[in-house]
């Protein structure tokens, strides 16, 4: 599954026509990989609907089956996992392959850590290149034992445990992938597995462990963020799932209609986690015209439709408090910053040097080289709005990061010169059909 061919360029041109339609996203790719994680874990058969059939979520279906699930597409977005239960999973025969999907190797090493079976896991060359001490670190607090090649980087071998501790843990970054494995791992820890997040992330591991059956005590802490709970072990019920649409695909849809001339499009069944939001507020910030129908409520999760028509975006200045609620969607919000009037101050971007690619710099560099005026101040970033002048013209360096190379190919849309992506074959991990899509828009992409 990992990609291996030679790099697929694109060139993309000013486009001219405003986007119109109506479009549903693929399936949420967080909760996607929970959902067939969790499914694996579980006694009894799951279906999943709407799961997301990227790279980095097919990549997760696979070493669950390696793990012993029996996973099987019946239809397009309709899986069927029989899980394994917990404490159940068969020992792999082989390296178990992560790709280019960070989720996938930090929840897994959670799960791994309280299984009695020995593993050893890589990725391709920018998932090995990532850190994986964050993961480390509290679940050697197991007595699992992690022997890393690179500095605490993949490839990884894991010798799991039988009688697992429990792990007691504050995180010192906000991350959703950390406090996941921790819990993941506490399925089969003997006793209370405890987390505090200084800053709350993305719930969707609590929210569907709830779905699964399984208590969650979550306690707002006294300073902000909050402390997660979860007495092992335990055992998970199977239990249908419906994936909501990706609200970090949204963006691209989102950001495309606000900027492009005369745009309206109605965007169906997007995941609205509150705490997957935070692009939507900034947008909003910018002074967007970003409509919400039908919200409602479905295992867990909340989904609505987003209507978005074609605005003046004006420069933000973001606190660091909204960074956990869209970390994903700074490349493409650069995009809507670039465009806008004014200057946009973004805060607080550390984490963002850690993703499929130094995000941080990789922004930077895809703006300088067409013509938009970027700062940096430590971790913050400042854009220069250039009011609807994109001079556009530079090549974009994408570096495996898919959403580097959807955010360059929205920039291209709006820019004077043509821009060339260097690579679009990432796109796939996350957003299959993003052309397609694009295109039933109105995008006109010669892919
Ligand atoms: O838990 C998850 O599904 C994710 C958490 C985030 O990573 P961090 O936990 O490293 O912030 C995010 O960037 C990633 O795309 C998906
Ligand atoms: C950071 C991302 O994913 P992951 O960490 O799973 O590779 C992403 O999708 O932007």
Same mark, same amino acid.
């Given at each position: 599954?990992?990609?291996?061919?030679s790099?697929?360029?694109?060139?993309?041109?000013?486009?001219?026509?405003p986007?119109?339609?109506?479009?549903?996203?693929?399936?949420?790719?967080?909760?996607?990989?929970?959902?067939?994680m969790l499914?694996?874990?579980?006694?009894?058969?799951?279906?999943?609907?709407?799961?997301?059939?990227?790279?980095?979520?097919?990549?997760?279906?696979?070493?669950?089956?390696?793990?012993?699930?029996?996973?099987?597409?019946?239809?397009?977005?309709?899986?069927?996992?029989?899980?394994?239960?917990v404490?159940y999973l068969?020992?792999?025969?082989?390296?178990?392959?992560m790709g280019?999907?960070?989720?996938?190797?930090?929840?897994?090493?959670?799960?791994?850590?309280t299984?009695?079976?020995?593993?050893?896991?890589?990725?391709?060359?920018?998932?090995?290149?990532?850190?994986?001490?964050?993961?480390?670190?509290? /679940?050697?607090q197991? *007595?699992a034992?992690?022997?890393?090649? @690179?500095? !605490?980087?993949? +490839?990884?071998?894991?010798?799991?445990? =039988?009688?697992?501790?429990?792990?007691?843990?504050?995180?010192?970054?906000a991350?959703?992938?950390?406090?996941?494995?921790?819990l993941?791992?506490?399925?089969?820890?003997n006793?209370?597995?405890i987390?505090?997040?200084?800053?709350?992330?993305?719930?969707?591991?609590?929210?569907?462990?709830?779905?699964?059956?399984?208590?969650?005590?979550?306690?707002t802490l006294?300073?902000?963020?909050r402390?997660?709970?979860?007495?092992g072990?335990?055992?998970?019920?199977?239990?249908?799932?419906?994936?909501?649409?990706?609200?970090?695909?949204?963006?691209?849809?989102?950001v495309a209609g /606000?900027?492009?001339? *005369?745009?309206?499009?109605?965007?169906? @069944?997007? !995941?609205?986690? +509150?705490?997957?939001?935070?692009?939507? =507020?900034?947008?909003?910030?910018?002074?967007?015209?970003?409509?919400i129908?039908?919200?409602r409520?479905?295992?867990?999760?909340?989904?609505?439709?987003?209507?978005?028509?074609?605005?003046?975006?004006?420069?933000?200045?973001?606190?660091?408090s909204?960074?956990?609620?869209m970390?994903?969607?700074?490349?493409?919000?650069?995009?809507?910053?670039?465009?806008?009037?004014?200057?946009?101050?973004?805060?607080?971007?550390a984490?963002l040097?850690?993703?499929?690619?130094?995000?941080?710099?990789?922004?930077?560099?895809?703006?300088?080289?067409?013509?938009?005026?970027?700062?940096?101040h430590?971790?913050?970033m400042?854009?220069?709005g250039?009011?609807?002048?994109i001079?556009?013209?530079?090549?974009?360096?994408?570096?495996?990061?898919?959403r580097?190379a959807?955010?360059?190919?929205?920039l291209?849309?709006?820019?004077?010169?043509?821009?060339?992506?260097?690579d679009?074959r990432?796109i796939r991990?996350s957003?299959p059909?993003?052309?397609?899509?694009?295109?039933?828009?109105?995008?006109?992409?010669?892919?």
């Amino acid at each position: 599954m990992t990609v291996t061919h030679s790099k697929r360029p694109l060139v993309v041109s000013f486009l001219q026509q405003p986007l119109k339609g109506k479009v549903n996203v693929p399936g949420d790719k967080s909760i996607s990989h929970r959902a067939l994680m969790l499914s694996a874990l579980a006694n009894g058969e799951t279906k999943i609907t709407g799961l997301l059939e990227g790279e980095d979520v097919m990549q997760t279906a696979q070493v669950m089956r390696a793990l012993g699930a029996i996973i099987h597409q019946k239809a397009p977005g309709e899986w069927h996992v029989i899980g394994k239960g917990v404490g159940y999973l068969n020992e792999p025969d082989d390296v178990l392959n992560m790709g280019n999907s960070g989720t996938s190797a930090r929840l897994l090493s959670g799960i791994l850590s309280t299984h009695n079976i020995f593993s050893v896991m890589t990725g391709d060359c920018s998932l090995r290149k990532r850190p994986m001490r964050r993961v480390i670190e509290p /679940l050697s607090q197991t *007595g699992a034992q992690f022997i890393t090649r @690179n500095e !605490g980087r993949l +490839p990884m071998a894991i010798k799991g445990v =039988e009688k697992a501790n429990p792990v007691t843990y504050r995180l010192p970054v906000a991350s959703a992938q950390v406090k996941s494995a921790i819990l993941l791992a506490g399925l089969n820890a003997n006793g209370m597995t405890i987390v505090e997040e200084p800053i709350a992330t993305r719930d969707h591991t609590e929210n569907m462990l709830n779905h699964f059956g399984v208590k969650v005590d979550i306690s707002t802490l006294a300073e902000k963020g909050r402390k997660i709970c979860l007495q092992g072990p335990t055992k998970l019920v199977a239990k249908d799932v419906n994936v909501p649409g990706d609200p970090s695909s949204a963006a691209f849809v989102m950001v495309a209609g /606000l900027i492009i001339s *005369g745009s309206e499009i109605l965007i169906e @069944n997007v !995941g609205l986690n +509150p705490l997957r939001t935070g692009i939507i =507020e900034a947008l909003k910030m910018m002074g967007a015209n970003l409509q919400i129908s039908n919200k409602r409520q479905e295992g867990g999760e909340i989904t609505g439709d987003i209507i978005v028509k074609n605005t003046t975006l004006k420069g933000v200045d973001l606190p660091v408090s909204i960074v956990p609620s869209m970390i994903d969607e700074f490349p493409i919000l650069s995009v809507a910053a670039a465009y806008a009037k004014g200057e946009s101050r973004f805060r607080g971007l550390a984490e963002l040097r850690v993703k499929e690619s130094d995000r941080f710099n990789s922004i930077i560099n895809m703006l300088r080289k067409n013509g938009v005026s970027v700062e940096s101040h430590g971790d913050d970033m400042i854009i220069e709005g250039t009011f609807g002048n994109i001079l556009g013209g530079g090549e974009v360096e994408t570096h495996m990061d898919h959403r580097l190379a959807m955010s360059a190919s929205i920039l291209g849309l709006v820019a004077k010169k043509t821009i060339t992506i260097d690579d679009i074959r990432f796109i796939r991990t996350s957003f299959p059909g993003y052309f397609e899509l694009m295109n039933s828009l109105g995008c006109g992409f010669q892919i």
